[in-house]
């Protein structure tokens, strides 16, 4: 059974920092999708960015000039450093994976992501990011 666990969710001031872990068990780490997606209250879920375990580049949706999406592969474990945080930012954060065949595209044969709306297999149960002004 396949288990995503987030965690590091804090409530912060404006213009603090916090790095958020995703930690996948029971599937083989290789060739996943993964990423970060967060739901504001009263808005939509959206994606932040996602990366693919088997190399590449990450790809973000958003916040790329404060967001940083990396892994661990000895950890089989997914980060995300939020930086310069804003109250906008207050949301669940979610951390999501699904099979690269199914979520990596090439748009370009120079350029492949994972795509945002395609992730929707596996995910966590989410972690609490509050940012106070």
């Known amino acids: 059974q396949v288990q995503l666990v987030e965690s590091g969710g804090d409530s912060v001031e404006a213009g603090g920092s916090l790095r958020l872990t995703c930690t996948i068990s029971?599937?083989?780490?290789?060739?996943?999708?993964m990423g970060w997606f967060r739901q504001a209250p009263g808005k939509e879920r959206e994606g932040i960015a996602t990366?693919?375990?088997?190399?590449?580049?990450a790809y973000y949706a958003v916040g790329e000039d404060r967001f940083n999406i990396t892994h661990d592969k000895s950890k089989q474990s997914l980060y995300l450093f939020l930086d310069s945080l804003k109250p906008d930012d207050t949301g669940i954060y979610y951390c999501?994976?699904?099979?690269?065949?199914?979520?990596?595209?090439?748009?370009?044969?120079?350029?492949?992501?994972?795509?945002?709306?395609?992730?929707?297999?596996?995910w966590g149960q989410g972690t609490q990011v509050t940012v106070s002004s």
């Open positions: 990366m693919m375990t088997g190399g590449g580049s």
């Open positions: 029971g599937y083989d780490y290789k060739n996943l999708c």
């Open positions: 999501a994976a699904d099979l690269a065949a199914a979520a990596y595209v090439c748009p370009k044969p120079s350029w492949c992501y994972c795509r945002v709306n395609l992730m929707d297999r596996y």
